[in-house]
C-alpha cells in the first residue's frame, strides 16, 4: 500500500502556505492562484492551522464579515490533525472519511512537508489497484495454471 511519502511526491514542491496574522483575503488570494482549497497557517516554521475555501464562506462570507479585515487566526482551523511521510494512504483514507476531513497536512520531524488532499489519496489508491490487476492479468496469462 502507498504512503503519504508516495502521494507527496507526484505533487509540486512549493509549500502554499499563510501567517495567522495575514487577512483572509491572502489566504483566498493564494487558494486561486495555486489552484488549492486549502493553505496551510505557519507562523515562524511551525504549523498553527489550515484555512479552508469552506472555512472562508461559512465564517466570513455568511456572517458579513470583510476578508481584507478580518485575520487568518479568527477562522483557521487551529493544530490540525497531521500524519507523517510512513502514514498509510489507507489509513488516511480512513482517517479522513470519519473526521470529514479533506486535507492533513504532512509533518516530519515537527516540521511541515506537505499537505495531501482527499484527492491525493484517492489517485494512489486507484493507482495501486491498478498495479494489482496488472499483476494478476500478468499471472493468469502468462504463469497461471495451464498458462
Request: aromatic letters at 2%; hydrophobic letters at 45%.
Amino acid at each position: 500500500m502507498s504512503t503519504v511519502k508516495d502521494a507527496l511526491a507526484q505533487k509540486s514542491n512549493s509549500l502554499i502556505h499563510v501567517r495567522s496574522r495575514d487577512m483572509v483575503v491572502e489566504a483566498l488570494r493564494q487558494m486561486r492562484d495555486n489552484r488549492v482549497r486549502s493553505v496551510l497557517v505557519v507562523d515562524d516554521g511551525a504549523l498553527v492551522g489550515i484555512i479552508t475555501q469552506g472555512d472562508c464562506a461559512i465564517k466570513v462570507l455568511l456572517p458579513g464579515l470583510d476578508a481584507k479585515e478580518t485575520p487568518v487566526a479568527q477562522v483557521m482551523t487551529a493544530n490540525p490533525v497531521t500524519v507523517r511521510p510512513d502514514h498509510g494512504l489507507d489509513s488516511c483514507m480512513a482517517m479522513m472519511s470519519q473526521r470529514g476531513f479533506r486535507h492533513l497536512p504532512v509533518l516530519n520531524a515537527d516540521k511541515v512537508v506537505g499537505v495531501i488532499s482527499i484527492g491525493d489519496v484517492v489517485k494512489n489508491i486507484i493507482r495501486d489497484l491498478e498495479h494489482n490487476v496488472d499483476d494478476l492479468m500478468g499471472y493468469i496469462m502468462k504463469d497461471g495454471p495451464g498458462g
